[in-house]
């Protein structure tokens, strides 16, 4: 099989082919199209083709007739409502027109150079994705099959992190059949190892979706509920009255930390709504930190980048509690929001790297793995 560099250098054009992966199957669909359009917009046209590449909500394949425009048709977070014409009419037909079976694309089979997975969530940032790229040999962007399920498995991340020592809020995973047949004994033991108030989430799944701030144990049941919407292990984590930080990390074997920002949510916590749809949160862009607090932040950020096995980029997320001045980690995210207002981007912009740049380097960064795995 050519390598990338003779797929680009043979074509007329001498630009790099990337396919660009976007929707999807999570409940973080319709962020995803947010991010690949930011994506796209800073792949540099003199030097990269860009192939856009959707899938539906019930995993079909588009890529022909401008998928980007096909799946933001339905997606509440753009401006097109499902009455107007041009959007998606539900199931597997989308502009009157069977979209493409749930196989793989013909055009990911060789005929690009690399592939940039915007795709958020399940079936997307868990290493189903990623797997599926190895085996037909083709270069991706972000971390490979191991890191990539191990970072969106939250119980499995903690497990892991918890590990190699760094700092966590008390949590434990509860699985969803032992909360349906004994929400009390569950409930109990709860209360006494992690107590009130707590944070309920899916173990897989990102954007806030599915997470509830539960205050008492008469909240539990419906938050333990929504989780179990998305998936069969629920992480449940101590509450803290804690500033929010993130910390963006890029690189293979080198990994280097952006700055740090921190987050004033508009809302009690930064839920789904607080990132996405309300403007009222507020980014602080860098950190207000000493010196020393930053590289401490930095530091973390890369043990975990590290202990995890990623590589390309990742947003690490912490807890800084006003109380103790305790620094927790919350979580690693694989594949990190592009959109306008995400932090990633924002992170790197202020640290020097305008977003062309960051998408240049994670491409780069793509080929280089790819290159080292080959030999």
């Not at 007739?65 to 499902?82: C, E, V």
Request: glycine letters at 10%; hydrophobic letters at 45%; charged letters at 25%.
């Amino acid at each position: 099989m050519a390598s990338p560099s003779d797929r680009s250098r043979a074509r007329p054009s001498g630009k790099i082919r990337v396919a660009v992966l976007f929707g999807g199957q999570s409940g973080e669909h319709d962020v995803s199209l947010r991010s690949a359009q930011t994506v796209m917009g800073a792949l540099d046209p003199d030097k990269y083709e860009v192939v856009p590449v959707g899938i539906t909500r019930e995993g079909r394949w588009l890529t022909a007739d401008d998928p980007m425009r096909r799946l933001t048709a339905s997606s509440p977070l753009f401006a097109l409502g499902a009455g107007e014409e041009g959007a998606g009419v539900g199931g597997d037909v989308i502009d009157g027109e069977a979209a493409v079976p749930a196989t793989l694309p013909a055009v990911l089979g060789g005929d690009v150079d690399v592939v940039f997975p915007v795709l958020h969530g399940p079936r997307g940032e868990d290493g189903t994705v990623q797997g599926m790229l190895e085996l037909v040999g083709v270069p991706y962007v972000g971390a490979g099959v191991l890191g990539s399920a191990v970072a969106m498995d939250k119980a499995m991340a903690k497990t892991i992190l918890a590990q190699a020592g760094l700092p966590q809020v008390p949590w434990r995973t509860v699985a969803r059949k032992d909360w349906e047949r004994e929400p009390e004994a569950v409930t109990a033991g709860i209360a006494q190892v992690i107590g009130f108030p707590c944070f309920v989430k899916p173990a897989n799944m990102g954007s806030s979706v599915g997470i509830a701030k539960v205050h008492d144990a008469g909240e539990l049941p419906g938050a333990m509920a929504a989780a179990g919407r998305y998936d069969r292990k629920i992480v449940v984590e101590r509450g803290v009255d804690a500033r929010e930080f993130e910390v963006a990390v890029l690189g293979n074997d080198e990994p280097m930390a952006s700055v740090a920002g921190e987050i004033v949510p508009a809302n009690e916590f930064y839920d789904y709504d607080a990132k996405y749809l309300d403007d009222r949160s507020e980014l602080i862009i860098p950190a207000e930190l000493e010196g020393k607090d930053l590289v401490l932040l930095q530091d973390l950020a890369l043990d975990a980048f590290r202990a995890l096995d990623l590589e390309g980029m990742a947003r690490v997320d912490f807890f800084w509690e006003r109380e103790t001045d305790h620094i927790y980690i919350n979580e690693v995210n694989t594949i990190p929001g592009f959109t306008s207002i995400s932090m990633y981007p924002k992170l790197w912009q202020a640290s020097g790297v305008p977003l062309p740049e960051l998408v240049d380097r994670l491409i780069a960064l793509a080929l280089e793995r790819h290159a080292e795995r080959s030999r």
